[in-house]
Every structure is written in C-alpha cells, then in structure tokens.
C-alpha cells in the first residue's frame, strides 16, 4: 500500500515538473493546466487562513499569479506542492498584517470583535448569533436537525481557529487540514520540526479553550504526540498525500 502511494505521488510530481517545464517555456496551455492543479489548494488555504470568502477569492487570483511571476525561482528541489504552500502562506500572513493594521484604525469606532453585522473581525460568522437566528430545531425533520447540528459544529470549530492567534493557528491548519506532516510544514514555514511540534502542542490547547468557551463542554481536541496525532474534522481531500521532502523554494521570505 505504501509503496503504492509513493508511485502515485512520484507519477504526479513528473507530470508537474513536465507542465513546469514547458510553462517556463512559454506554453500556455502548460500554464493553464498549472494553475487549474493547484487553485483549489491555494483557495483552501486562504479561506481557512482569512476566515473571509471574497479575500480569499482575491487572494488566490494574487497568489496564482505570483506562481507564474516567480515559475522560474522554483528549480524542484522540493515538491510543487510544497512551494505553492510557502507562497500562500507567506501572501496571507501578509494580508493579515495588512487586515490588522486597518483593525487597528476601525476599533474605536466599533464593538471590540465584532462587526456591525454581528460576525467577527476575521470575516467569520459568530455562531451563537448564527444558532439564535437558526430555524427552531422542535420544528424541523430529524435528518434537518442533524444537519444544523453538523453546520453549527464546523462553525464552531472554523471560528475558534480563527481566534487562535495567527502564528500557531498557520500550523494548525496546514496539519489538520491539509495533511502536511511534520517535515513538510518545517519547510513551508522555515522553522525546526521541533518547533513545528510545540506550536502545534500550543494551537491544538488554544483551540480547545476556544471551544470549551463556545459549547461549555469538554471538546475532544487532541494532542499532537510522536504518531503526528489524528486530523481535525473538516480536513480537505486535496492535499491528504505525502510527498517527497526537500528543500522549500519560495519567491518571499517568510516572516
């Protein structure tokens, strides 16, 4: 079965390096076809990274461009994968710095953590506002109820990661929801592995207070251990797989 999975990841970074080559080449074609494999990785990262749909659909049409901007600094040392990781992460931290300098100037003139329309200052909806304008659940179907549960607990959960203060909750993400292991996000962070496992350690704790304070109950966040721990409810398909290590390239330095 592994060795399975390590063909497959090898077949699909060949035929990555092949559309990279021929993008840098000037074919189009190849750079559409890049682009369309890797939109929808950049698009996750972003929404999970901004909590806000329309910045992450803007910043995805940047972080795309970017790609075939700095096509030529990626020499495949590391997987595309990888790279692609560092530029986005690296352009959303930026648009945070950005976000909350901007905060900063609306915060006298607002509720502290809140917008006017009662979602947070990170774009995403509060979801004890959201359950006290929910249908009341006595008047739905069970299958309903079950939905509405399932919808408020994801909510909860997206919520409270996007309270995790941004230096922890990157790796989190990244983790959880993106299958990256310990490896990897060292080198899409620029960080050790060690301390990839205690921020890691730090934003599963913060993200189980943020949690206990929205439901009063004791979430089941685990801990990262030495088996790299279990992911988090919610994590995309389109990045599960391992790839093969090496060293990140990136066209911005991480700060």
Known sequence: MLSVRIRSH???ETQHHEMIRRAKSGDR???ADLLTSQQDRVFAVCLRMLGHRNDAEDL???VLTSIITHLDQFDGRSA??????????NACLSHLRQRQRSRDVLTAHSEPGT???????DGAVDPIRMRSLSQPQQDMEPAAVSNVEESERREQLLTAINMIDVSIRTLLILRDFHGLDYGQISEVMSIPVGTVKSRLFRARMALRRQLEQF???????????DSQGQPLPGRSDE????????TANSPTSHS
Do not use: F, K
């Not at 595309?80 to 992460?89: D, M």
């Not at 917008?115 to 200052?121: C, N, T």
């Open 10 to 12: 090898t077949m699909v």
């Open 29 to 31: 074609d190849a750079m």
């Open 60 to 62: 995805t049409q940047d």
């Open 80 to 89: 595309l994968s990888t790279w692609v990781y560092r530029i986005t992460v």
């Open 115 to 121: 917008g006017r329309d009662g979602s947070s200052m």
């Open 215 to 225: 439901s009063g109950d004791d979430e089941d966040v685990a801990s990262d251990s």
């Open 239 to 246: 990045s599960s797989g391992h790839e093969p290590r090496g």
